[in-house]
Each structure stands twice: as structure tokens, then as C-alpha cells.
């Protein structure tokens, strides 16, 4: 029997830009003391900053919590398809 996955709530809560709680996370691809990436729903979110550590990670209930000096958060679009001219010619 195959396993469907359920589309969690993806939220996020800065507070003070140093403490940062998401939901909706399906796994974390990897992270140090300046840079965290986590997959969700809404596609891929790297949080960047300094001395950042997790405090809770519940990859069951797609929950994480970080806490440091939070700098930057951006998604980069997991199915991003470029057709035009110049992706052809760099084929």
C-alpha cells in the first residue's frame, strides 16, 4: 500500500530576529552555525545568520525552532523551468 503524505500548514514566526519557529518543514537538508536549509511544501527555505542552532525539530509533526542572530530567510522554487533563449543555447 502506498503512503500518501499530507500537506502540512507552512507558517513562520521571527521574533525579535532571534527566534524563528516553522511549521510545515518535511526534512532539513543540512545546517551549521551560519546556514540552515529545510524542504516544505512551499519549497526549499534557507535561513541564513550567525551562531543559529536548533532548538526543537520534530520532522513528524513538521516543526522546527531555531534561535540566533537571523539575518536573512529565502525559498528558492523546487520545479523552476527556464525555456528561454539563452537556456536553450547553454544546453
Do not use: C, W
Not at 500500500?1 to 521571527?14: D, G, I, Q, S, Y
Not at 550567525?50 to 520545479?79: C, F, M, P, R, W
Amino acid at each position: 500500500m502506498e503512503e500518501k503524505r499530507m500537506k502540512m500548514p507552512h507558517n513562520l514566526v521571527l521574533e525579535d530576529r532571534r527566534n524563528l519557529s516553522i511549521t510545515g518543514v518535511s526534512d532539513v537538508d543540512s545546517f551549521d552555525e551560519s546556514t540552515i536549509i529545510v524542504f516544505t511544501d512551499m519549497g526549499e527555505l534557507t535561513v541564513k545568520g550567525e551562531d543559529i542552532h536548533i532548538k526543537n525539530l520534530n520532522v513528524e509533526s513538521g516543526e522546527v525552532s531555531l534561535e540566533g542572530k537571523i539575518s536573512s530567510l529565502s525559498y528558492a522554487d523546487n520545479a523552476v523551468k527556464q525555456t528561454g533563449f539563452l537556456s536553450r543555447v547553454f544546453r
